[in-house]
């Protein structure tokens, strides 16, 4: 055996077993969090270990929690050493210190991803599992908090409830069914996944049906073995042949209106991403955040074209700086305005009007009577509004470069507030 191969297995051996630790110590980290979590009261609901993209990836989600004041995604992280914060970024401290910004935009781009997907708020959270996490104070950065697992339960409760928002049973049962267990467990055996039943209302009876005649094998008998007889094959007649002939002169005689008043009907339904045509964007929509306007979204981002996403929710506009292609594309500018709002800032203690920055996506949060640094002397918010903007980034760019595209998203997110601040009306008093 040549005298190389064997220190390559042993490091190959030795990485695999340092990866080994890492899953033990991550599932223990797990544990410990979980544990914290069942002293919650009844009314929250709490899943472990679920999927982000079910079938379409591993990415998995340590911990969901639902409760009366809101939508909580909670990421363990079980780090050995200490943790702290230094020039708005965590950083863990070993046997040498090491920032910690990536874990931190991951989790909250994964939160993200969730509100698109419910149409809810999700708060970001990191619980520290680690040995030293008890001396860590409780902040948030980079718009995620940072809690010791020990005070997690406690911090859960202390927050505000969320005024009008869905009954924690049916949206635990949302949850369950839109992110599944992340492990092997058979079809049908999570008590709160959502089914059909629940969506039309448990309480209103079905009507019974007669069931229908199931044939019965007669097993009394035994079955025969052998080749089994050949029926004889029926002859066609000409009663039968003349039938044909008639249907045959009929579809090519009404055939081809039908399918063109078919393809019409059609041609009403089909995806406007499909066809180019997207609903009007102008004064006659009733929703407060088209206060922005599309030639305002093109002008001040510069695209070619910025094309309205048709969504239902009366407190939601979006639109693509580019025609997607998919119906199902995420959004490129996103305006949230009304109570998802207020639950948001709420949840995260939001007072002031700040910008956050993740990979790809830089987001304004603007509570009402606050204003962003670089907005026009007297310009303030008269009502509470979100705003997020989806960039990408050169390929192969350097951080340089990456800085570069990061400051001209938060330019361009910025002077979007400020073009909604002073179009968007105040919200009529209740």
């Known amino acids: 055996m040549s005298s190389g191969i064997r220190p390559r297995r042993r490091a190959h051996a030795d990485a695999l077993e340092a990866q080994a630790g890492a899953w033990s110590a991550g599932a223990d980290g797990e544990r410990r969090v979980a544990a914290a979590l069942d002293v919650l009261p009844p009314g929250w609901h709490v899943h472990h270990d679920r999927l982000l993209r079910p079938g379409r990836t591993r990415t998995n989600l340590d911990h969901i929690v639902i409760g009366p ?84 339960a406690a911090w859960l409760l202390a927050q505000p409830q969320a005024p009008g928002t869905e009954g924690t049973d049916l949206l635990s049962r949302r949850v369950a069914h839109t992110y599944p267990s992340a492990s092997t467990e058979p079809a049908g055996t999570d008590p709160d996944v959502l089914t059909v039943a629940d969506v039309l209302g448990a309480e209103r009876s079905t009507a019974r049906r007669t069931p229908s005649p199931v044939m019965v094998r007669d097993t009394s008998r035994p079955r025969q073995r052998g080749r089994a007889r050949r029926r004889p094959r029926r002859r066609g007649s000409v009663v039968s042949a003349l039938v044909g002939l008639i249907a045959l002169w009929a579809f090519s005689h009404v055939g081809p209106h039908l399918f063109s008043n078919l393809g019409a009907q059609l041609g009403s339904v089909v995806s406007p991403a499909a066809t180019g045509s997207y609903p009007p964007d102008g004064p006659s929509s009733a929703k407060a955040c088209q206060s922005l306007g599309r030639i305002t979204v093109q002008k001040v981002t510069g695209a070619q074209s910025a094309l ?52 790809g996506e830089v987001s304004a949060w603007i509570p009402v009577n606050t204003r962003l640094d670089g907005w026009r002397a007297g310009t303030r918010a008269r009502q509470p509004f979100m705003i997020s903007l989806r960039f990408t980034y050169p390929q192969g760019a350097s951080d340089a470069k990456a800085r570069a595209v990061e400051a001209a998203a938060e330019k361009k997110v910025t002077r979007l507030a400020e073009e909604l601040a002073k179009a968007l009306p105040a919200r009529p008093s209740p």
């Open 308 to 359: 309205v996403v048709p969504t239902p929710d009366e407190d939601t506009c979006s639109w693509w700086l580019a025609k997607p292609r998919y119906a199902f594309q995420s959004p490129d500018v996103m305006v949230r305005t009304g109570g998802s709002v207020d639950r948001r800032f709420a949840a995260n203690g939001t007072t002031g009007a700040r910008v956050d920055m993740t990979p």
């Open 69 to 152: 004041s809101g939508l909580y995604l909670v990421d363990t992280k079980n780090w050995a050493g200490g943790t702290s914060v230094h020039d708005g970024n965590l950083w863990q401290h070993t046997s040498s210190s090491s920032p910690k910004g990536r874990e931190l935009d991951a989790v909250a781009r994964f939160a993200g991803e969730m509100e698109k997907t419910l149409g809810l708020p999700v708060v970001p959270v990191i619980a520290l599992a680690g040995g030293h996490s008890t001396s860590f104070q409780r902040q948030r950065v980079r718009g995620v908090e940072i809690i010791p697992f020990d005070g997690l």
